[in-house]
Each structure stands twice: as C-alpha cells, then as structure tokens.
C-alpha cells in the first residue's frame, strides 16, 4: 500500500495500520465514528459493516441507507486513492424504502397556498419571494422541487399555460416533461 500523509486525500495512512476514516463531518460523527473512527479502514470486515447497518435499520431504515451509503462513498474513495484495496461496504443490505402513503388534504393544501401568497405575514416561515413562487409552481404542475427551480422562461408557454421541460432537465432524461398550469 501507498504511503499517505493525512490531508491530500482526508485519508490518514502509515504502514503499521493502514487507512483512518475521512476527518471531515461527512463522515456521519454521530453513528460511524463512535463506532469505527478509532480502527484502520483496512480492518473492517463485511460482516461487520453489515451488523452495524442491520442495528440502525432495526431504528430507522433512511439513517442505515444514508450511513450504508456514506461508508461505501469513503472506502470508494480510498480505493481511487489507492490507499485500500477493497470495500467491505460494497455488498451490504438495508431494507428498502417504502413510498408514503399520505397526501395533503384540500384544507392543508390551502393552507400551504395561502402562506405562499405571502410568506412575511407568517410567524415562523422565513422563505424568500422566489421560493414561495417556486413551491407554488410545484404544487400547480405536480413537478419535482429541483425541476422547477431551474425553469428557464423559454420553457414557459403563458398562452398555453404550458410548462415544457427538456428530457435532459427532469428525472427520466428520454421523457421531456408538460405540465398545464
């Protein structure tokens, strides 16, 4: 294995033991360093990568996907540093999200559009004009948070109250998107 010096790569490395665990807070401080921060990444086995997951999962499934997530994320980058050569993440499991059933009623969906009409007189809701704007665009065309926020006005029809966003913009590139408003 490469020598490494901590900082170039956020790797920490010595010939006796190996590659420490990125020090920056991506690395989920709550849960993965308690756990493993003191040990070489070269140390941890799959199974243990696992087990780990599976006790989080046990709790919230979203927080074992992220942390799963964010272990495979740091020994991939290990490995393209070349500081380890493998990654006991890789095959790990955790349960699979399970969509949501509920949607606003009529009278909470009112009520969001009212306090986007003008977000300054509610207490407690700091959200710029634009913002506003955009959350209501969302809620008229039924598109996603990212897709709106980045409409161009070419991609607006006002006589049609037409909405037409290009395939390399929305989420299944092959499909450009309409929406009525």
């Not at 349960?95 to 009520?111: K, M």
């Not at 407690?124 to 209501?136: H, M, R, S, V, W």
């Not at 966003?165 to 092959?174: A, D, F, I, Q, Y």
Request: aromatic share 4%; hydrophobic share 40%; glycine share 8%.
């Amino acid at each position: 294995m490469r020598r490494r010096r901590k900082g170039a790569t956020g790797l920490m490395h010595d010939e006796s033991d190996g590659a420490r665990w990125p020090t920056n807070g991506a690395t989920l401080p709550g849960l993965i360093e308690p756990r493993f921060g003191k040990r070489p990444m070269t140390d941890l086995t799959r199974a243990e990568v696992q087990r780990f997951v599976d006790e989080i999962d046990a709790k919230s499934p979203a927080a074992a996907r992220i942390t799963r997530n964010v272990i495979r994320q740091a020994y991939n980058y290990a490995i393209r540093q070349e500081a380890i050569d493998r990654n006991p993440a890789q095959f790990s499991e955790v349960t699979r999200g399970v969509s949501r059933e509920r949607v606003l009623t009529e009278g909470e969906l009112r009520a969001v559009w009212k306090a986007l009409e003008e977000p300054g007189k509610v207490r407690g809701l700091d959200l710029a004009p634009g913002t506003a704007l955009a959350l209501k665009l969302a809620m008229l065309t039924l598109q996603r948070g990212g897709e709106v926020i980045g409409i161009h006005a070419r991609e607006i029809d006002r006589k049609a109250r037409l909405l037409t966003l290009p395939g390399e913009r929305v989420k299944k590139p092959s499909h450009p998107r309409r929406a009525a408003f």
